[in-house]
């Protein structure tokens, strides 16, 4: 397509589809689609004939999901705060600096204020705010994760919005006769809050109408992907995970347990990636007409670990590249391409482990060690000089591994919590494991 819309050499949105749609319009494409369908009836249809066989009658019990996202009441009301302040806080503050900026003398002492002011608040509003609602409440885990996932989303939404705007005030030279200068709308920026970018722009290409068949039948898919989820947590992890956590921690345990773990923890990256990349940002993307849909790219064919994470999420991937990549390199003066790769790393790694560590309710670095650790190593080894089917399939077999890695340990540590509470509140009692000590 034609359209673009580019701003000083940063990100171009252009119009387009995401890959999966299409993919979805190759009939070979959809009948792998379709295995994934008949898996889910296979995993009900399971679930109904042990629940018949067991006892006597046919039972789906979703307990685990009105668990899960139980105080939704809660979660709402702390979205809205957080909504709220992200949409007229950085905003406000900004608009009163722009004013001041180009006509009043102290332009540093105006600057600095509006910096301290505008610190202070995101600390304290998406900073300290979603962390109180998520301790002071006892929220569980599927609604602590959508309160700290939207922290997140907000805190990267308005920096972009900040940074973007800073820069054109400062860029702006106020016309004759008029000593304001060009300042973006409220309405462009509320729309950057709902649609699928990090990256803010004034304007973005946009489609002439909205397919509301295309919507609901995405919907949908989320919904089915949670279904699928629950029957893989119900069918393949607790089972199997609770009874690893009742035997004596040994290495073979912990070798089966991992195994065991692989492929359900394949499956859940890949409805994660499907119900979120795909379905949730396509069905927003359709109801605001935002015709830029390449949220991801073809990371299952990567030869690389360096291209699987440059493809496999592109929203924050390029929100990382242009405030964190790019600005780092700046500093250092274009000299530490390497340096600033390992902060990225770095950076995303504890974003990644706070995300965690406050979904679950407790500390432990597994994901930290395999993305800071393991996945930078595998960045710079298994590098864009592999190509060729077989670094395909090892990519694919590492990711296996580490899937099952991180459902194994974080379902025995759960589950530890669970059996083992904590007794004392010291520091090496809140970060020692409990599935390293418990002894159930």
Known sequence: MSMQHRMEDGKVFVVRQSILDELFEISHIRTIYHMFIAALFLFIIST??????DQGRLVLDFDLFFY???????VIWAWLI?????????????SQWADLYHHCQWKMSVSVATAVTLLVAQMGILGYFPVYVVLHYQLPPASRFIVVLEQIRFLMKSYSFIRETVAAVLRAKPVKGNSTCRFPTLSSYLYFLFCPTLIYRETYPRNPYIRWNYVWRNFAKILGSLFYLYFILVRLCIPVLMNESNRPFST??????IFHATLPGMLMLLLGFFAFLHCWLNAFAEMLRFADR??????WNSTSFANYYRTWNIVVHDWLYYYAYRDFLWLSGHRLRPVATLSVFAVSAVVHEYTFTMGF??????????FAVIGAVFNFTLSDKRKGPAWNIIMWTCLFIG????VCLYCLEWYAQVHCPRTGTGFWELVTPRSWT???
Request: glycine residues 10%; charged residues 10%.
């Open 48 to 53: 109904l004939a042990v629940d018949y066989i």
């Open 68 to 74: 899960a996202f139980g105080q939704l009441g809660t």
């Open 82 to 94: 957080m909504f709220s302040y992200s949409l007229l806080g950085p905003y406000h503050v900004l």
């Open 252 to 257: 073979r345990t912990l070798i089966l347990a």
């Open 294 to 299: 390449m949220f991801y790219k073809d990371w």
């Open 361 to 370: 309710g407790f500390f432990y670095p597994v994901m930290f060690c395999l």
């Open 403 to 406: 899937q099952g890695v991180q």
């Open 438 to 440: 418990c002894k159930i």
